[in-house]
């Protein structure tokens, strides 16, 4: 199962810890956590279930692409960080 982290930063606003969950994709091995999490799911998702705009996701150390369908592929042995995404100058 694919590992699932939260940074500090988001555990500040939502409370939630790092998990493990099954899925071949983001919105698949999602759906897990916010399964047991469901408020964490509204601050993650939009209305839409895309990706909103203040979020980042990695996977392996990359940003996924697909912020509308989280169609990106995860492994079993990934590591998935979810985390509010930087701005400012």
């Known amino acids: 199962m694919a590992k699932v982290f939260f940074t500090s930063n988001l555990r500040r606003h939502v409370d939630c810890a790092a998990m493990e969950a099954a899925g071949e994709t983001v919105r698949e091995v999602l759906a897990v956590v916010f399964a047991a999490q469901e408020r964490l799911g509204h601050y993650v998702l939009d209305d839409q279930g895309a990706l909103r705009k203040h979020m980042t996701i990695l996977v392996d150390g990359q940003r996924i692409k697909d912020i ?21 100058g």
């Open 68 to 88: 509308e369908t989280l169609s990106d592929p995860v492994k079993p042995t990934s590591e998935v960080w979810v985390m509010q995404a930087l701005s400012g």
